[in-house]
T-cell receptor
Framework: GQNIDQPTEMTATEGAIVQINCTYQTSGFNGLFWYQQHAGEAPTFLSYNVLDGLEEKGRFSSFLSRSKGYSYLLLKELQMKDSASYLCAPLDSNYQLIWGAGTKLIIKP | IAGITQAPTSQILAAGRRMTLRCTQDMRHNAMYWYRQDLGLGLRLIHYSNTAGTTGKGEVPDGYSVSRANTDDFPLTLASAVPSQTSVYFC?????????????FGPGTRLTVL
């Protein structure tokens, strides 16, 4: 079966760094997406990884290890506006996104 | 402004009634999707369409139907609503094909079935 595992909730302090982990098992693999979703809003695209390694984009970075079925999203210099849910979504062999339940990130001043 | 729109924003519906959720995109994307999102669960795919004129079933298609008469519109119909269909519904679109498949989401429709 297909399975996505990420922590339900995390708390971090403004200005700090946080790493959100995601492990996945899918039927085939064609890359992995991270999306951000603020409460009551639609998900928005953050990053896409298809090869192993780290992709950096401003304060956000995403890492992928295909052999381990593992990815993480790294958020630096946390701001209050980063309080949101972060959704891990690998792309399976049919090019369909398989969505995790998301990690709710709470930023405290 | 290019994007994807959904209507209505929210709706309260009596069980047994028929309801169509509308979705329109102006980005000329080939692929469109309907998801439902429930507390504690990931987005679950209801139906999808890889191109105008074709549709496919997702993970949770029962009780829902879709059509794709043209590129821009992808309505979702609940033939006879039941309380378990209370959810937030998101429509999304993408260029489709290949491995890079970023999906753009509409603002969602919050549906309550009583």
């Amino acid at each position: 079966g297909q399975n996505i595992d990420q922590p339900t909730e995390m708390t971090a302090t403004e200005g700090a760094i946080v790493q959100i982990n995601c492990t996945y098992q899918t039927s085939g693999f064609n890359g992995l997406f991270w999306y951000q979703q603020h409460a009551g809003e639609a998900p928005t695209f953050l990053s896409y990884n298809v090869l192993d390694g780290l992709e950096e984009k401003g304060r956000f970075s995403s890492f992928l290890s295909r052999s381990k079925g593992y990815s993480y999203l790294l958020l630096k210099e946390l701001q209050m506006k980063d309080s949101a849910s972060y959704l891990c979504a690998p792309l399976d062999s049919n090019y369909q996104l398989i969505w995790g339940a998301g990690t709710k990130l709470i930023i405290k001043p | 402004i290019a994007g994807i729109t959904q209507a209505p924003t929210s709706q309260i519906l009596a069980a047994g009634r028929r309801m169509t959720l509308r979705c329109t995109q102006d980005m000329r994307h080939n692929a469109m999707y309907w998801y439902r999102q429930d507390l504690g669960l990931g987005l679950r795919l209801i139906h999808y369409s890889n191109t105008a004129g074709t549709t496919g079933k997702g993970e949770v298609p029962d009780g829902y139907s879709v059509s794709r008469a043209n590129t821009d519109d992808f309505p979702l119909t609940l033939a006879s609503a039941v309380p378990s269909q209370t959810s937030v519904y998101f429509c999304a679109s993408s260029n489709g094909g290949g491995s890079y498949n970023e999906q753009f989401f509409g603002p969602g429709t919050r549906l309550t079935v009583l």
